[in-house]
Each structure stands twice: as structure tokens, then as C-alpha cells.
């Protein structure tokens, strides 16, 4: 499962200026089906696969909520990690190392309701080969904070896995360069739908104080994952 594929592997939160917006989108990211509810530096990630569970950040942090006896359990770090599953967050041979070229190809494409441009990518992977490929990148607010609060999630998460998240941040920090954010990239990531309104209220708050989490469930958080 890729979830942010080769541009959201990492993000360096970077805190654009003025007001931030704030939407609920769902996002088709490899084979699963994401729920992202985001606002201002708050977001949560609701994933298909994982049943009474979600990831949330708040404050820069990172926690996984789960229902244990019908009362929410809240945990940090790398408890979140576990509850994907550590080859969730393994990284890929195609993950960028080094990015080449992002070029505007002069094409147009609607994702989601949303006109953006069609921008050809080259890159050097994790192994070193060349690859290419295009993506669809929108200047719109709410598309631009979408990009940044699943990239500001990976980099969390690729940090609780002990991963670097260097590769990537050249394609990001690009973006932000160009006021852009990402609709859609080949058949890895695609934004279905974004409302560019407030998140459902209560949903990006913490339901109980984070706990810690004992070794010996991590076994019990994989189980909660569908195949």
C-alpha cells in the first residue's frame, strides 16, 4: 500500500502565510480509499482497510484513535506506524531520490471538480534509475492545504518508521514554490472529491488523552486491518 506515493513520501511542514482553508476530501492513494478532513495544521486520515480506527494530528503531533471495549484509545508515534502495518510505511525502490524536471506540458485536466495543470516529472529513484511520469497539479487553496496536510502526516509517519524523508522534499518544496498542490499523479494518488468546507465539528479533536501503548498489542493493531 503506497499511501502518498512517489511526491507525499515526505514533507517538511512548511507553514504558508495568511489564512489556511480548510476542506474534507476522499482520496484514492494505490489500493486504498482515504478520508482526509483537514483544518488549518489539524488533519485526519480515515483509511479503507482499517476497521474502527483513524490517524490524527494535532499541535504537530501524530496519534492513532481506536475503539477498544466501546471507549476511544489514543496513542503516539509510532503506535500509529504499527497500526498500518510496517509495510505500509516500507519505502518502495520508485520512491524519488533526486527530481529532475517538473515542466508544464501546456495540457489541462479537471480532477475533482478542479482545473489544474498536466505537468511532466522526472526523477531518479531510491535504486537510481531514471523514471517519468505526469501529474495534475491545482493552484486552488483548499487543493494546495490538502497536499500539505497529507505531506505534513507522511513526514510524521515516515519518521515514527525511522525513514528519511530527504528524497522527497525537493518535489514539495517545488510545489510550494509554485503555489501548486496535487489533484492526481499516474495511477498512484487521485483526489475523488474535496469540499472546500469545515471538517464535521469534534472530528479533529482528541477523543481521550494519548496512553501509551504496550509492545506486546502491536500484534493486536495489525489485526484490526482488513486485507
Known amino acids: 500500500m503506497r499511501w502518498f506515493g512517489w511526491l507525499l513520501a515526505a514533507w517538511t511542514g512548511i507553514v504558508p502565510a495568511g489564512v489556511l482553508a480548510a476542506g474534507v476530501a476522499t482520496v484514492q492513494a494505490g489500493d486504498r480509499t482515504l478520508t482526509v478532513s483537514f483544518d488549518g495544521t489539524d488533519a485526519r486520515v480515515d483509511v479503507s482497510g482499517v476497521d474502527q480506527g483513524y490517524l490524527l494530528m494535532r499541535g504537530g503531533k501524530l496519534y492513532s484513535v481506536l475503539q477498544a471495549g466501546g471507549r476511544p484509545l489514543v496513542m503516539e508515534g509510532d503506535a500509529a506506524a504499527r497500526l498500518l502495518g510496517a509495510r505500509a510505511l516500507q519505502v518502495a525502490p520508485d520512491m524519488i531520490r533526486t527530481l529532475s524536471r517538473i515542466e508544464p506540458t501546456g495540457a489541462r485536466k479537471t480532477v475533482a471538480g478542479r482545473v489544474g495543470a498536466v505537468y511532466a516529472v522526472s526523477y531518479r529513484d531510491e535504486q537510481g534509475r531514471a523514471r517519468s511520469g505526469q501529474g495534475v497539479l491545482g493552484g486552488q487553496p483548499e487543493v494546495r492545504e490538502l497536499t500539505r496536510a497529507l505531506g505534513r502526516m507522511a513526514v510524521l509517519l515516515q519518521t515514527s518508521a525511522g525513514q528519511s524523508p ?62
Request: charged fraction near 20%.
Open 166 to 227: 530527504d528524497g522527497a522534499r525537493q518535489v514539495l518544496d517545488a510545489l510550494e514554490a509554485r503555489n501548486l498542490g496535487l489533484l492526481a499523479y499516474e495511477n498512484q494518488f487521485r483526489v475523488q472529491r474535496l469540499a472546500a468546507t469545515a471538517p464535521a465539528p469534534g472530528s479533529l479533536e482528541l477523543p481521550a488523552q494519548p496512553a501509551q501503548l504496550p509492545p506486546e498489542l502491536g500484534q493486536l493493531l495489525q489485526g484490526l486491518r482488513r486485507p
